[in-house]
């Protein structure tokens, strides 16, 4: 399949900054789900899980997880091939403008699919979403202590992302075995990006 690179904003509808699910129901609730039904995704359930894992808050322009000295070395990407208004593709979430920016045209899904050494989740989710780092953003100023920083601060964004999305309803789960050279490759991250963090997500099966 080609794989034009093309440069394409899509503004996401605004997340909500409440909701009717308690904190302790989530934490209660959230187990790792693996299998998913054919319903497609909402946008705005995209958008809200977007905005939980690395969205803008408050008036110093911070996050929804907190990072060391504020270095912010985490970038969030997207495969979707069925999300409702929004076209199969890859996509680089731009947390200051929570918007998308479309990387390629296609639906991946079974890239990833090959990517997590054969892992259904990644083919069955109607959007997997990768947490990468570029580790220079934290190493500069901490040294090889940023390694670690980096790597505590996709833990805090993982795990905003699990809650949120049991919060909706949906289902998902961390994948960490993966072939980061293949994920590099199928999301078109930089050269300085590594993919850390692997979240297919969508309505759990039955
Ligand atoms: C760092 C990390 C990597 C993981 N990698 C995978 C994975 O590649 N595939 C998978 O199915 N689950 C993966 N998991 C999910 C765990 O298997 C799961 O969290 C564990 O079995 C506990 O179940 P629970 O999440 O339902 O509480 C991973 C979890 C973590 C924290």
């Known amino acids: 399949m080609p794989r034009n690179t093309i440069d394409d904003r899509v503004p996401l509808p605004?997340?909500?900054?409440?909701?009717?699910?308690?904190?302790e129901a989530?934490?209660?609730?959230?187990?790792?789900?693996?299998?998913?039904?054919?319903?497609p995704l909402p946008i705005e359930a995209l958008s809200q899980i977007l905005w939980a894992t690395q969205g803008v808050t408050g008036d110093e322009r911070?996050?929804?997880?907190?990072?060391?000295?504020?270095?912010?070395?985490?970038?969030?990407?997207?495969?979707?091939?069925?999300?409702?208004?929004?076209?199969?593709?890859v996509y680089?979430?731009?947390?200051?403008?929570?918007?998308?920016?479309?990387?390629?045209?296609?639906?991946?899904r079974r890239d990833l699919y090959g990517a997590t050494l054969g892992q259904t989740a990644s083919a069955a989710a109607p959007v997997s979403l990768l947490i990468a780092a570029t580790y220079e953003r934290s190493t500069d100023r901490y040294g090889t202590r940023g390694m670690a920083y980096t790597l505590?601060?996709?833990?805090?964004?993982?795990?905003?992302?699990?809650?949120?999305v049991t919060?909706?309803?949906l289902g998902t789960t961390a994948i960490g075995a993966f072939r980061e050279d293949v994920v590099r490759e199928v999301l078109h991250l930089d050269a300085h990006e590594h993919p850390i963090y692997?979240?297919?997500?969508?309505?759990?099966a039955g």
């Open 62 to 89: 911070r996050r929804t997880a907190p990072s060391a000295g504020g270095t912010y070395p985490l970038t969030l990407h997207v495969a979707t091939g069925n999300v409702t208004g929004l076209p199969a593709g």
């Open 26 to 39: 989530a934490l209660n609730a959230r187990r790792s789900v693996r299998e998913f039904g054919v319903a």
């Open 14 to 23: 605004a997340p909500r900054r409440d909701g009717t699910v308690s904190l």
């Open 92 to 108: 680089r979430y731009e947390a200051s403008e929570h918007a998308l920016y479309r990387v390629l045209d296609g639906d991946f």
């Open 167 to 169: 919060a909706l309803g």
């Open 152 to 164: 505590i601060e996709a833990g805090h964004a993982g795990q905003n992302l699990a809650l949120q």
């Open 198 to 204: 692997l979240f297919p997500v969508g309505t759990p």
